[in-house]
């Protein structure tokens, strides 16, 4: 496998010598070519800071890393010719027709006027929006214009593209068919690391995938591989009055079940008899009148992963349009 990224012990430290803010903390990982992978961590993880330092925007406080074959540091100009990004705030200018914008993407990555017209025309029924060149990007929907923006960043055909928060502020449906047009990209050769704080997105798009967290890596592996470091099931409780807490935990006592996870007043519990322990909780929140405000048993998740490694639930980072 050709790898596309390579990071070694990468650490980078916002700050003066007051106060110091340590955004990423020593990582070290490896991108392979045609694969989309992503890092999933709640808000503050270092998932930006990290694409900017292999984007050539910001410098690194330790370590090294090289894209697409070169250094981001001594080689920072080859790098920008082998790569796209699209930022978390997107670029496109709202005041400009989606055609004006991609001519000026063409301009400002030296394309002529001829390659540059073919690839908006290429581009645009790739990712489907052809129809929408001659509007106003002001009026563009939330995925029309990612759309527009991604083909932005891809119109110089980069190796590497790397696509922060791609779908944040999208609605299900839209996300999903971004989705796809990701997905398109990556058989059409591109390799594309994304980050995101969507547990579903994560799980449905990645080929490989590092958890982060305080900017440190915490788990690195397949979707499926992550949710087998999992076993058995998941039952989720939520108690509707925080003053029963004390009894459920008694109740997890008796009997002898050890690894419960307690935020707030919820408690999740890893187990491989599911069914038979939700029938003991029923029995037992009945005969000591506990008020149960929700109950579950499922599959493990990519969440259950992240509140097995760390005590907390990723929907915590609580952003707009979470889940
Ligand atoms: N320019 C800056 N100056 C000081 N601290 C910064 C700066 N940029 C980021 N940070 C801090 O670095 C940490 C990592 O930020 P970063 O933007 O990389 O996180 P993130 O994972 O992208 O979060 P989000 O999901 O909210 O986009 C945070 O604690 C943040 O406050
Ligand atoms: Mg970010």
């Given at each position: 496998m050709v790898k596309a990224i390579s990071v070694e012990n990468l650490s980078m430290t916002y700050g003066n010598k007051k106060e110091k803010i340590i955004a990423v903390d020593n990582i070290s990982f490896t991108v392979y070519q045609g694969e989309i992978f992503s890092f999933l961590g709640p808000s503050g993880a270092g998932k930006t800071t990290t694409q900017r330092i292999l984007t050539t925007l910001l410098p690194i406080s330790g370590g090294t890393a090289d894209v697409a074959g070169c250094n981001v540091l001594t080689d920072a100009k080859k790098v920008r010719t082998k790569i796209g990004y699209v930022s978390q705030l997107g670029g496109a200018d709202p005041n400009a027709t989606v055609h004006e914008n991609l001519e000026l993407s063409g301009k400002l990555y030296g394309l002529s006027k001829?390659?540059?017209?073919?690839?908006?025309?290429?581009?645009?029924?790739?990712?489907?929006?052809?129809?929408?060149?001659?509007?106003?990007?002001?009026?563009?929907?939330?995925?029309?214009?990612?759309?527009?923006?991604?083909?932005?960043?891809?119109?110089?055909?980069?190796?590497?593209?790397?696509?922060?928060?791609?779908?944040?502020?999208?609605?299900?449906?839209?996300?999903?068919?971004?989705?796809?047009?990701?997905?398109?990209?990556?058989?059409?050769?591109?390799?594309?690391?994304?980050?995101?704080?969507?547990?579903?997105?994560?799980?449905?798009?990645?080929?490989?995938?590092?958890?982060?967290?305080?900017?440190?890596?915490?788990?690195?592996?397949?979707?499926?591989?992550?949710?087998?470091?999992?076993?058995?099931?998941?039952?989720?409780?939520?108690?509707?009055?925080?003053?029963?807490?004390?009894?459920?935990?008694?109740?997890?006592?008796?009997?002898?079940?050890?690894?419960?996870?307690?935020?707030?007043?919820?408690?999740?519990?890893?187990?491989?008899?599911?069914?038979?322990?939700?029938?003991?909780?029923?029995?037992?929140?009945?005969?000591?009148?506990?008020?149960?405000?929700?109950?579950?048993?499922?599959?493990p998740s990519l969440n259950d992963v992240f509140l097995a490694l760390t005590g907390q639930e990723l929907r915590d980072g609580g952003k707009e349009g979470e889940q």
């Amino acid at each position: 496998m050709v790898k596309a990224i390579s990071v070694e012990n990468l650490s980078m430290t916002y700050g003066n010598k007051k106060e110091k803010i340590i955004a990423v903390d020593n990582i070290s990982f490896t991108v392979y070519q045609g694969e989309i992978f992503s890092f999933l961590g709640p808000s503050g993880a270092g998932k930006t800071t990290t694409q900017r330092i292999l984007t050539t925007l910001l410098p690194i406080s330790g370590g090294t890393a090289d894209v697409a074959g070169c250094n981001v540091l001594t080689d920072a100009k080859k790098v920008r010719t082998k790569i796209g990004y699209v930022s978390q705030l997107g670029g496109a200018d709202p005041n400009a027709t989606v055609h004006e914008n991609l001519e000026l993407s063409g301009k400002l990555y030296g394309l002529s006027k001829d390659v540059t017209a073919q690839r908006i025309d290429k581009l645009s029924k790739l990712l489907d929006f052809h129809e929408l060149l001659s509007r106003f990007v002001r009026t563009l929907s939330g995925g029309q214009k990612r759309r527009v923006e991604i083909a932005q960043g891809i119109l110089h055909e980069p190796k590497v593209l790397f696509l922060d928060e791609p779908t944040t502020g999208l609605d299900p449906q839209n996300r999903a068919n971004l989705w796809q047009h990701i997905k398109k990209l990556r058989d059409n050769g591109m390799t594309i690391f994304l980050t995101t704080h969507y547990l579903e997105e994560a799980d449905a798009l990645s080929d490989r995938l590092i958890i982060l967290d305080h900017g440190k890596i915490i788990a690195e592996g397949t979707p499926t591989e992550l949710k087998k470091k999992i076993s058995g099931e998941a039952i989720s409780i939520e108690l509707k009055n925080s003053r029963d807490a004390e009894k459920m935990k008694q109740l997890f006592n008796q009997l002898a079940i050890g690894n419960v996870i307690e935020t707030g007043m919820n408690f999740t519990i890893y187990t491989s008899k599911g069914e038979e322990l939700v029938a003991h909780i029923f029995e037992y929140t009945k005969e000591h009148h506990i008020e149960l405000a929700n109950i579950s048993l499922s599959m493990p998740s990519l969440n259950d992963v992240f509140l097995a490694l760390t005590g907390q639930e990723l929907r915590d980072g609580g952003k707009e349009g979470e889940q």
